[in-house]
């Protein structure tokens, strides 16, 4: 299968959104907030749908509107946990507003299905160049803010009295999380975030409590779902978001059998 370029691009695609997601999702998972990540997807999928009927590349107007929406909703700090109707609010709005977007655009269906489902088969050289920058830009920024961040998720009220602004450090991770769910959204599209950015970082909170075996199992296990689903793809002609989403419940579900 490595004969053909597009398979190596898909290769190399979804192990950086991998590692990626994995470790991004382990503090999103560690925060609860897994829910505030879902909503920035469907954001990027108004963002990547208005892109559309101005004519500019769809993936700069996902990462754009989800950039955007992670500050917004990082200014909120703390206050943002436990706000899940307003969230969801939001959601189903950003939702029916790319919905009107391509109202005015039908001839992009097959677009819009590869931004909600994924293609990671058809990434083109330029994409993987731009995955590949988010990657870095987005761990070289958590890696920044990991100690206040950990120290802010764990122990909130301690950390404000050291001094550490949760506000600052929530809005931060919140854009660094938008950035890796606009390049998650190539992969498995904006209804499957939850599979690379959720799964793989449970399953590995589920096995342990350790900090650096945590992050290093959640990007080996989205590593391995994604290539692994890439693989079975190609040999079955099934999906591959199918595949990596099965793959990621079967992770996880053998993660609480082995919390048990």
């Known amino acids: 299968m490595f004969e053909y370029d597009f398979m190596v691009n898909a290769f190399a695609a979804s192990g950086i959104v991998a590692v990626l997601a994995g470790v991004v999702g382990y503090f999103l998972v560690l925060r609860g907030q897994t829910f505030a990540g879902h909503a920035l997807s469907h954001v990027g999928f108004t963002g990547a749908t208005g892109a559309v009927l101005l004519g500019i590349s769809p993936l700069w107007g996902m990462v754009g509107f989800t950039f955007a929406a992670g500050m917004c909703m990082g200014a909120l700090g703390e206050r943002l946990a436990g706000r899940d109707v307003a969230i969801g609010v939001t959601l189903s709005l950003a939702l029916g507003f790319g919905l009107l977007f391509l109202h005015f655009f039908t001839q992009y269906a097959t677009q819009v299905t590869a931004l909600l489902f994924g293609n990671v088969l058809g990434v083109s050289g330029p994409t993987l160049v731009v995955l590949a920058t988010l990657a870095v830009v987005s761990l070289a920024a958590l890696a920044a803010i990991a100690r ?16 550490v602004s949760l506000r600052l450090v929530s809005t931060l991770f919140l854009a660094v999380t938008a950035l890796a769910v606009a390049a998650c959204t190539q992969i498995v ?18 096995l342990t409590t350790r900090l650096s075996t945590g992050l290093a199992l959640a990007a080996l296990f989205a590593l391995a779902q994604a290539w692994l689903g890439v693989t079975l793809a190609f040999y079955t002609d099934w999906p591959t978001s199918f595949w990596i989403t099965a793959l990621a419940a079967a992770v996880y579900g053998a993660s609480l059998l082995r919390r048990r």
């Not at 950990?150 to 050291?162: C, T, Y």
């Open 189 to 206: 599209g904006v209804l499957l975030v939850f599979t690379l950015m959720v799964g793989p970082a449970a399953a590995a909170q589920n």
């Open 148 to 163: 206040p961040l950990l120290f802010a998720s764990l122990q909130p009220e301690l950390a404000e009295a050291k001094g």
